[in-house]
């Protein structure tokens, strides 16, 4: 089960820390990443991190703003988001697969994932 946390409503240029916290799985031997949906788009893979962090993609849109990190201790991936804007307004999701790599977890559209979280909202207000 993944668990994310750390959404909200910021102003643009603020920033936000997504939190992605696995139970009953080690998420390092995972590739774990970040999708958004917003309203009326289709789904895009943001940032992408892979088993044991040997690398990582991410959108171009995001590029220079996001970040990805993973804790191991706590079992738990994070999605620094800086600078943010109002096109990144939307909803959140933490998924996670095996065997994968960072790029086909955010960019496969056949990429089946092995779990998932119940998405976190942000707004960033235009």
């Known amino acids: 089960q993944l668990v994310e946390s750390g959404g909200g409503l910021v102003q643009p240029g603020g920033s936000l820390r997504l939190s992605c916290t696995a139970s009953?799985?080690?998420?390092?031997?995972?590739?774990v990443g970040w999708l958004r949906q917003a309203a009326g788009k289709e789904r895009e893979g943001v940032s992408c991190i892979s088993p044991s962090d040997v690398s990582t993609y991410y959108a171009d849109s995001v590029k220079g703003r996001f970040s990805i990190s993973r804790d191991k201790a706590k079992n738990t991936v994070y999605l620094q988001m800086n600078s943010l804007k109002s096109e990144d307004t939307a909803v959140y999701y933490c998924?996670?697969?095996?065997?994968?790599?960072?790029?086909?977890?955010?960019?496969?559209?056949?990429?089946?994932?092995?779990?998932w979280g119940q998405g976190t909202q942000v707004t960033v207000p235009s």
């Open positions: 009953g799985f080690i998420l390092d031997d995972y590739a």
């Open positions: 998924v996670a697969a095996a065997p994968t790599s960072a790029l086909n977890l955010c960019v496969s559209r056949t990429q089946v994932f092995d779990s």
